[in-house]
């Protein structure tokens, strides 16, 4: 509070303080439920048994085995397992089929089987160590797989398909064009007109580059600093038409 805030006679004025009421304190509904359940059955057992013994009568008596827990009855113990087992060997009452013969001339088969049989080739080894270490050949690279290959060589499908690609694109770019020169809504520029045309913009450029290398290096005031990026601009445009003009060698342009 300032001087002036104290010398007020506003503050004479005696103010009654106003004492910040609190809010009702919160009370739940299951107040009286929980303590009834909380303070309910809990002095019955606390001397020896309970308070109030039940007189049993005559014919709830005491009965044998009544106090024992019931089993559940009693059913065949069977393996998880039990259903993937091999088959039971047979008895020994069980008698075997006797009297099966066969037609089959296993050694005139095997003759055969080993005459139109192609012999397995070995496998390509090679010996690194005097003591006999043979390794593989094929998977050490000293094999030449790749160059055996009948595709070695050649361009790749999809380079030949991205090529007949662009041949297609650029013929039926070259349909559009025609079209329009035909109508006469497109130019084509000759190559006198191309070169002046970037001469011209090369000029340019070296003007406005002039010019930049001349302003000063400190750029402490607002037109210094707006004309410093409008020239970078300038700049940055003529280098892309210029690009532009000496990537393409054809050039159309609108009526």
Do not use: C
């Amino acid at each position: 509070m300032s001087l002036l805030d104290e010398g007020t006679i506003y503050n004479l004025i005696a103010v009654e303080e106003q004492k910040r009421q609190k809010p009702p304190r919160y009370n739940s509904k299951f107040k009286d439920t929980v303590r009834n359940e909380s303070t309910s059955n809990r002095n019955d057992h606390k001397t020896m048994g309970q308070a109030k013994v039940p007189v049993p009568t005559t014919d709830n008596y005491l009965k044998k085995h009544s106090k024992e827990p019931v089993l559940p009855d009693k059913s065949d113990f069977k393996y998880g397992d039990e259903d993937h087992k091999k088959p039971a060997l047979p008895s020994k009452e069980e008698k075997p089929l006797m009297g099966l013969k066969t037609t089959k001339n296993f050694i005139t088969n095997n003759a055969v089987q080993n005459i139109t049989s192609v012999p397995k080739r070995p496998e390509k080894k090679y010996v690194d160590t005097r003591n006999g270490d043979a390794h593989n050949l094929i998977p050490s690279g000293l094999e030449p797989i790749y160059i055996q290959k009948k595709e070695f060589g050649e361009v790749p499908t999809y380079l030949q398909k991205r090529k007949d690609e662009m041949i297609q694109a650029q013929e039926e770019y070259n349909q559009y064009v025609t079209e329009y020169m035909r109508r006469g809504a497109m130019q084509k520029l000759t190559e006198d007109e191309r070169k002046a045309i970037l001469d011209g913009l090369k000029t340019n450029w070296e003007d406005i580059h002039d010019q930049y290398q001349g302003l000063s290096v400190v750029t402490d005031t607002a037109p210094k600093k707006h004309r410093k990026e409008r020239m970078e601009s300038q700049m940055k445009q003529l280098e892309r038409d210029i690009e532009i003009f000496e990537k393409h060698k054809i050039i159309y342009i609108s009526n």
